[in-house]
């Protein structure tokens, strides 16, 4: 027997053959099927020449997981994780670990999508109607949504609201100039399109302004707590609307916002179990009263009832997403935080209203101990304050911060002689000890339990009686029930069973992109020296992270093409609105401020028009053809018409439709040659990685979704990251960030999120990504991904019609299935078929975008021959039903495409339908192998938005009038 050498013998070890589902063995029989030599010849086939890339990536090459995970550690190692008193809105916090391992670890929780189709997702649309619920107990409001993407933009969604819902006419906004510094950055970013002028002053002084809206920080940046009670009604008392930012473990003390008269309550869920991350991910909330429900941003989940009428969760009011709205939408939020959410919404349900008063009082004791020893020694700071004190040290400003790096801590710098201390759960007796040793000196001579036990006995602190809530928080059963961990480990074992996640099976979604996400790409997120970092914390600490952005950066500007990349944006939307925002700033720049006309074709994803709409820009759509392509007459002229004020374009590649267009270079040119810019939305770059590029296509722009195409998990609804590529014109107009400006660029260009790299701690997952895959394994994935799609979409194409095709009958790394022949014959719905799907074990594909009443289906390159034929058949067998009903064996409305999905309820009652139990739940030997059981029928839309209610069942409900 022949030897292999060793890099045969290595092999085993190369991370591109566990990432790509389809083994060698079986592609050949798949490119058979599409009648392709090879995998060359079928990208041949598929790509038009024009933008086919004739060399291969620069960069490494693949490594393996072991190496790849000890480079990143070493860098890892370079972070010094410091104790953090910076606060600011991000606070060290305890992740249970019983959350940690089995929720923020867990690819039952991280890999599951957008809970859609909801007969599939009561487990997480429970966790995010518990945390719904939590936000509503804790600022007193009538509803809140499912999560915003961070406070600040939380914060610029507050303030369109404020001016949509109000009908002075100001155009004014105020900001107290407490409120915390990133949050006034990125709303002045927002604000400056809208046409609002932001005025940043002393409360006091709001009474000097007409303003159609107010934003608050409760307690303010620098810990003090106002009364707030006093501005609302100054503001009501001219017709403005008031936003409040609030700490939620301060909420768990401290009056409600809405008990006194807010309309809109936000911040973020962060200090609830979830790491701080260098910036995040974490959840944002957004509370807002009764009369703003249709007009609050982002996903509320609210409680309806199934077929059966028995209660059953899903998304309400659907009808304000961009989807349907389009640049009528209330805001661009796509994906959001969800996993964070729900990792947030289990810290609650763990402690209990209870063990979370606990904590608060401890972390407030500790503060009070803390501003009563410095002010015995002379150090005076706040009069008020829940866990944060402002300490006026003088002159000594620089040596006592010096004294605090020393001793590991770090401080926050306030103007010249103050200097912030922000108290957190974490901290103990031993760090205020430590602290008053910073501050006073190693001899400071503060009896630490003397000021305790005078605090017991009844001496005043920084949160006086009036200032305290007295009304109930958490009162429902699910924050009274889980305290033990075993109680809590079942909990949420129980939700993540009713959930379909990518550890069921393949989630087909067209334009999602639900890959792999690699246990290794993932094990970074939670190191240390990754998770416990503040995103303000002193350069020289986080040279690790710096170290990986930058090869990050590097990665992605050889993948695209560009000429410079911003981690800022954190998700597709967020980097569509940043991408928008570079090019207006540009354009200005060379005097062509004027410009405003945004080109969209109408196959455009939802979040593209309503990413203009925030520009200010004047949307004009343009048509495509029966094959899906961009109408190019229909553009240039168009373009022409409009040469004067074009902004840009915004084009999807591949199509939203799934092609290659043969005519997208000449698009860029005729865009280019009437002055404008080209976005190209990258959600489909997993069609383009290594074997094409954007910037080589000719356009200016584009965003990423890292959660799509490099391997960051979508969480149910998020995390995301969007960052953007640019052309070197457009550079200089990327975001920055006011507290912590991005190298390179100017200080003064605004931010478009809370922290300078969005959220920061998911970006070692696509660095992860690109390393292990390296330039052959990137591309191997592209090519893949197009195979597995095309096998599909030939073997589909006996049984169904595919709408569009490019090039030698090709599709690229997706196809839609046309459900309206059928539909017309038969009356069974495109959602029929998604629902049924579950019968056969899958998630169904993305209904209805761009075509209504299609389905897209986008395979992956992470899916094996196996599981495609699986899905295949699944599909075959569907057909061959909705034949039955078609030729009346089965009735119109008692059929196992109308009665989809079918549940344990449904087999356990008396049975008397038309078709067997077997034919209904165990239609394959695949589900009767294994079986997914969705846990209630058919879910009532139209009923839930009806009865509007998104709190959870049993408690007060919310009802509509
Ligand atoms: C997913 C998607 C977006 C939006 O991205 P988010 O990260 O959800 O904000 C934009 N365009 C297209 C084509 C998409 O598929």
Redesign the pocket.
């Given at each position: 027997m022949e030897k292999r050498t060793l890099s045969e013998l290595e092999q085993t070890h190369d991370f591109t053959r566990r990432h790509i589902g389809i083994q060698p063995e079986d592609q050949q029989a798949m490119l058979d099927e599409l009648g392709a030599s090879s995998l060359e010849a079928l990208i041949e086939d598929t790509v038009p020449a024009s933008i086919r890339l004739d060399d291969a990536l620069q960069m490494a090459d693949s490594v393996t997981e072991v190496n790849a995970l000890a480079e990143l550690k070493e860098k890892a190692a370079k972070n010094v994780v410091n104790k953090s008193y910076i606060g600011m809105g991000y606070h060290n916090t305890l992740v249970p670990n019983v959350i940690l391992r089995n929720v923020m670890e867990n690819p039952g929780w991280y890999t599951a999508y957008?809970p859609y189709q909801p007969e599939i997702a009561q487990g997480r649309l429970e966790s995010l109607l518990n945390f719904q619920q939590v936000v509503m107990d804790l600022t007193g409001m009538d509803l809140a949504n499912a999560s915003l993407l961070d406070e600040a933009t939380a914060a610029a969604e507050a303030m369109t609201l404020c001016k949509r819902s109000n009908r002075k006419k100001s155009n004014s906004f105020f900001i107290a100039d407490d409120v915390h510094p990133q949050t006034i950055d990125v709303i002045k970013t927002r604000a400056e399109y809208f046409g609002f002028e932001i005025i940043v002053a002393p409360v006091a002084e709001l009474d000097q302004h007409d303003v159609f809206g107010v934003q608050l920080q409760y307690p303010g940046t620098f810990g003090d707590i106002s009364d707030i009670k006093a501005i609302i009604d100054q503001a009501k008392a001219q017709k403005a609307m008031v936003s409040v930012a609030a700490d939620p473990l301060a909420l768990v003390l401290m009056k409600s916002p809405g008990s006194l008269g807010a309309d809109v309550v936000l911040g973020s869920a962060q200090r609830f179990g979830v790491p701080m991350g260098f910036g995040g991910p974490h959840a944002a909330f957004f509370a807002s009263s009764d009369k703003l429900k249709r007009s609050v941003p982002g996903r509320i989940i609210g409680v309806s009832k199934d077929v059966r009428g028995n209660q059953a969760l899903r998304m309400a009011m659907q009808t304000r997403e961009q989807h349907i709205r389009r640049d009528k939408a209330t805001s661009?939020?796509?994906?959001?935080q969800a996993l964070l959410a729900n990792m947030s919404s289990f810290y609650a349900v763990y402690h209990g209203p209870e063990g979370l008063k606990t904590i608060a009082e401890r972390v407030h004791r500790l503060t009070a101990i803390l501003a009563q020893g410095l002010a015995s020694k002379g150090l005076s700071s706040n009069d008020t304050y829940f866990d944060t004190i402002t300490v006026n040290v003088g002159a000594d400003q620089e040596t006592i911060y010096q004294r605090a790096l020393d001793a590991g801590c770090n401080l926050r710098k306030v103007g010249d002689n103050r200097l912030g201390v922000a108290l957190d759960e974490t901290t103990q007796a031993a760090d205020v000890e430590q602290l008053f040793a910073v501050f006073l000196g190693d001899d400071h001579g503060v009896d630490l339990q003397a000021l305790d036990a005078a605090i017991t006995a009844g001496a005043a602190t920084g949160l006086s009686a009036d200032v305290r809530r007295d009304d109930a928080i958490l009162s429902h059963p699910v924050f009274n029930s889980y305290h033990s961990e075993t109680d809590m480990l079942r909990y949420m074992k129980k939700l993540e069973n009713k959930d379909y996640s990518l550890a069921h099976g393949m989630i087909p979604l067209?334009?999602?992109?639900m890959k792999l996400n690699a246990t290794a790409e993932m094990i970074p997120v939670t190191w240390p020296e990754f998770a416990n970092m503040h995103p303000f914390a002193p350069a020289d600490q986080v040279a690790g992270y710096h170290q990986m952005l930058e090869e990050l950066e590097e990665q992605l500007v050889e993948i695209t093409g560009y000429d410079k990349v911003s981690l800022q944006p954190n998700?597709?939307?967020?980097?569509?609105y940043a991408g928008l925002l570079a090019i207006r700033k540009y354009q200005e720049s060379i005097g062509e401020g004027h410009r405003d006309v945004c080109l969209i074709p109408s196959s455009?994803?939802?979040?593209?028009p309503a990413s203009a709409a925030m520009m200010d820009m004047k949307i004009i759509v343009t048509k495509c053809d029966e094959q899906g392509n961009v109408d190019l007459a229909d553009l240039a002229e168009k373009a022409e018409q409009h040469a004067e004020n074009l902004s840009c374009l915004m084009i999807?590649y591949p199509s939203?439709h799934g092609v290659y267009e043969e005519d997208i270079v000449e698009i860029c040119e005729v865009i280019h040659k009437f002055g404008g810019q080209v976005y190209m939305?990258?959600?489909?770059m997993n069609a383009q990685v290594g074997i094409s590029k954007p910037g080589l296509i000719g356009s200016d722009v584009s965003?990423l979704?890292l959660?799509?195409t490099f391997a960051i998990p979508h969480g149910g609804g998020?995390p995301?990251?969007?960052p953007i590529g640019v052309k070197s014109h457009l550079a200089p107009f990327l975001a920055s960030h006011k507290v912590s400006p991005v190298d390179g660029l100017n200080p003064e260009n605004g931010a478009v999120a809370a922290a300078p790299f969005g959220s920061a701690s998911i970006l070692p997952i696509t660095w992860m990504y690109n390393r292990m895959l390296g330039k052959s394994g990137l591309k191997a994935s592209t090519q893949n991904a197009i195979l597995g799609a095309n096998y599909l979409t030939e073997k589909l194409s006996a049984h169904y019609p595919i709408l569009y095709r490019g090039r030698n009958n090709k599709v690229a790394h997706e196809c839609i299935v046309d459900i309206r022949p059928l539909k017309e014959a038969s009356g069974v719905t495109e959602e029929d078929i998604a629902k049924r799907l579950m019968d056969y074990g899958f998630h169904a594909p993305t209904m209805s975008?761009p075509v209504a009443g299609t389905l897209m289906i986008e395979p992956t390159e992470s899916e094996s021959k196996g599981e495609l034929d699986r899905f295949i058949e699944a599909m075959v067998k569907i057909r061959a039903e909705v034949e039955r009903v078609q030729n009346g064996e089965w009735p119109a409305d008692n059929n196992p495409l109308f009665n989809a999905p079918h549940t344990l309820a449904d087999i356990t009652n008396a049975w008397d339908r038309p078709y067997s139990v077997e034919e209904a739940v165990f239609p394959t030997a695949a589900t009767r192998d294994s079986k997914f059981w969705p846990t209630v029928n058919r879910v009532d839309n139209v009923y839930g938005d009806r009865n509007f209610i998104c709190s959870c069942p049993g408690i007060e409900a919310y009802q509509e009038d």
């Open positions: 957008t661009n939020i796509c994906t959001a067209g334009s999602c992109t998700s597709g939307a967020s980097g569509e455009a994803h939802g979040t593209n999807t939203t939305d990258g959600a489909n965003h979704n959660h799509k998020g995301g990251m969007g975008f």
